[in-house]
């Protein structure tokens, strides 16, 4: 065995590796499900003759012998591709496998911002609200690199996060993050209609105000209904609002107002009682 290492770009060198997990997981996840013992499909029909039944259990065999994993996939697919492949050819696929980098830019960076230092943003001080563009959960890139992957991407989500927590408060798209699902998972727990307990792994998660009216995809403008309030609230005279807390105000087809208050109730505060140790 030997090893094969190339020194490249944080970008190239994380979007080569993308790629080839997605080819691998695409051979392994085409893989033919494991069927039934060869014998009992023969003995099924005595009629069968010798020279099948080898056939068939050669069939069966050969079926069985791929047991590598994702990692060793990967490798071949390297391998293969750097033998086999030809740098010039353009991709046969109608739609190939690419590779997906996500890299997060402050906004700043990307405009040139040297925001009164003096200095590039990549290497702006504390005074400096610009930071450097980085490969996420990587490394931090180069500004120029950045700008680069910004221009040719086919689209931006911007992201608006808590200046301590870090904490993704809003996006500029109509599906929330996994971090406010989680969020809206501890805060919501069933759906929010009132007197409903459907919990919320049976439940959508729903913006109050529609997003095609203007809503944002905001931990205070989204909760969770079941499949039958949430057809209840855009198919009748229902209607909601939510409160800065998370409580739902709804009022029905008469007038009448409900409120639902976020179930969980859990909140930490400081102490000054000394440690019971």
Same mark, same amino acid.
């Given at each position: 065995?030997?090893?094969?290492?190339?020194?490249?770009?944080?970008?190239?060198?994380h979007?080569?590796?993308?790629? &080839?997990?997605?080819?691998?997981?695409?051979?392994?996840?085409?893989?033919?499900?494991?069927?039934p013992?060869?014998?009992?499909?023969?003995?099924?029909?005595?009629h069968?003759?010798d020279?099948?039944r080898?056939?068939?259990?050669a069939?069966?065999?050969s079926g069985?012998?791929?047991h590598?994993?994702?990692?060793?996939?990967?490798?071949?697919?390297l391998?293969?591709?750097?033998?086999?492949?030809?740098?010039t050819?353009?991709?046969?696929? !109608?739609?190939?496998?690419?590779?997906?980098?996500?890299v997060?830019?402050p906004?700043?960076?990307l405009l040139?911002?040297?925001?009164?230092?003096?200095?590039?943003?990549?290497?702006?001080?504390p005074?400096?609200?610009?930071?450097?563009?980085?490969?996420?959960?990587?490394?931090?890139i180069d500004?120029?690199?950045a700008?680069?992957?910004?221009?040719?991407?086919?689209?931006?989500?911007?992201?608006?996060?808590h200046?301590?927590t870090?904490t993704? &408060?809003?996006?500029?798209?109509?599906? !929330?993050?996994?971090?406010?699902?989680?969020?809206?998972r501890?805060?919501?727990?069933?759906c929010?209609?009132?007197?409903?307990?459907?919990p919320v792994?049976?439940c959508?998660?729903?913006?109050t105000?529609?997003?095609?009216?203007?809503?944002?995809?905001?931990?205070?403008?989204?909760?969770?209904?079941?499949?039958r309030?949430?057809?209840?609230?855009?198919?009748?005279?229902?209607?909601?609002?939510?409160?800065?807390?998370?409580?739902?105000?709804?009022?029905?087809p008469?007038?009448?107002v409900?409120?639902?208050? !976020?179930?969980?109730t859990?909140?930490?505060?400081?102490?000054?009682?000394?440690?019971?140790?």
């Amino acid at each position: 065995m030997a090893q094969l290492i190339a020194t490249l770009p944080a970008a190239i060198a994380h979007a080569i590796r993308d790629r &080839l997990t997605r080819f691998a997981h695409s051979v392994v996840d085409a893989r033919p499900a494991p069927g039934p013992p060869v014998a009992a499909t023969i003995d099924a029909d005595r009629h069968t003759s010798d020279a099948d039944r080898r056939a068939a259990e050669a069939a069966h065999r050969s079926g069985d012998t791929d047991h590598r994993t994702v990692e060793q996939v990967r490798a071949d697919v390297l391998a293969d591709l750097l033998l086999t492949a030809d740098p010039t050819a353009a991709p046969r696929s !109608p739609q190939p496998i690419t590779a997906v980098v996500q890299v997060v830019v402050p906004v700043l960076t990307l405009l040139g911002d040297r925001d009164g230092t003096g200095e590039p943003v990549e290497r702006a001080g504390p005074a400096g609200r610009a930071g450097p563009a980085e490969l996420a959960g990587r490394a931090p890139i180069d500004t120029a690199t950045a700008r680069h992957l910004a221009g040719s991407a086919p689209g931006w989500d911007r992201i608006l996060t808590h200046p301590v927590t870090g904490t993704v &408060l809003a996006v500029d798209r109509y599906r !929330p993050s996994e971090q406010q699902r989680r969020h809206l998972r501890a805060r919501d727990e069933r759906c929010r209609f009132p007197g409903c307990r459907m919990p919320v792994h049976r439940c959508d998660v729903d913006h109050t105000t529609d997003a095609a009216l203007g809503g944002a995809t905001s931990t205070c403008n989204l909760a969770h209904l079941c499949r039958r309030h949430h057809s209840l609230k855009h198919a009748t005279d229902w209607t909601v609002t939510q409160r800065s807390d998370g409580t739902l105000e709804w009022t029905s087809p008469t007038g009448r107002v409900h409120l639902d208050h !976020p179930p969980s109730t859990v909140r930490f505060r400081a102490s000054s009682d000394p440690p019971p140790f």
